[in-house]
């Protein structure tokens, strides 16, 4: 089945301690990138990556880490999580059409609830 | 960059057609324009994508006139189900070529009995 898994689903953690988030796909997507789900805020992208080895800021990059050395994986790393770190965060990918600056369609992790205390 | 704009909510009724407007005033030459739809504690479901005129599928119609400022999704005789938040997305170009997409805060649609 086509889709895109992320774990943990919850995760309650403190201030300050690392934790990572992964996200894997098995549909062969170029593109991958990391929101964040905020009451009243919608979707903010944190990061992208439009193929291995290469990743961008979103609009809100501050306090997160990615990486892409795979193209099926790409985790989003919190270094020291901070209580407004708290938030629910998709995971997504897609192809990329050739030629045209734009990304197809997306298709979204079920979601990982991140508390931190 | 390219930023939406969309109503906070709207209500309709079961078997009513629904048309919600994203506007877009600066998007770019390249830009297309995705919408989703969202339920509670779920990721976000793609609707529908087009670059102009008119795209039609399954289950909604995808209207942009020609200076592509805005974007109208249309839902065909909506029911409970469709009741959910909907959100206007437009493809952005940044230096290099590559994309940051930008989602606008979304629409929530009530559809009552």
């Known amino acids: 089945e086509a889709q895109v898994t992320q774990n943990p689903r919850y995760l309650i953690t403190v201030t300050g301690k690392k934790l990572t988030v992964t996200c894997s796909q098995n549909?062969?997507?170029?593109?991958m990138s990391w929101y964040r789900q905020d009451p009243g805020l919608g979707l903010r992208q944190i990061y992208y990556?439009?193929?291995?080895?290469?990743?961008d800021k979103g609009d809100v990059p501050e306090g997160y880490k990615v990486s892409r050395k795979e193209k099926r994986n790409f985790p989003l790393i919190l270094e020291s999580p901070s209580p407004n770190q708290t938030s629910l965060y998709f995971c997504?990918?897609?192809?990329?059409?050739?030629?045209?600056?734009?990304?197809?369609?997306?298709?979204f992790g079920p979601g990982t609830r991140l508390t931190v205390l | 960059l390219a930023k939406t704009t969309q109503p906070i909510s709207m209500d309709s009724y079961e078997g009513q057609e629904v048309n919600i407007t994203c506007s877009h005033n600066?998007?770019?030459?390249?830009?297309?324009i995705t919408w989703y739809q969202q339920f509670p504690s779920q990721g976000p479901r793609f609707i529908i994508q087009?670059?102009?005129t008119k795209v039609t599928n399954e289950v909604a119609s995808l209207f942009i006139p020609a200076d592509r400022k805005s974007s109208t999704l249309s839902l065909p005789r909506v029911s409970l189900s469709d009741t959910a938040v909907y959100y206007c997305?437009?493809?952005?170009?940044?230096?290099?070529?590559?994309?940051?997409?930008?989602f606008g805060a979304g629409t929530r649609l009530a559809v009552h009995p």
């Open positions: 990556s439009m193929n291995v080895e290469v990743t």
């Open positions: 600066n998007i770019a030459t390249n830009d297309y």
């Open positions: 549909m062969n997507h170029e593109y």
């Open positions: 997504a990918s897609s192809f990329e059409r050739e030629g045209a600056a734009y990304v197809g369609e997306q298709f």
């Open positions: 997305l437009v493809g952005d170009i940044v230096s290099g070529g590559y994309n940051k997409l930008i």
């Open positions: 087009g670059y102009k």
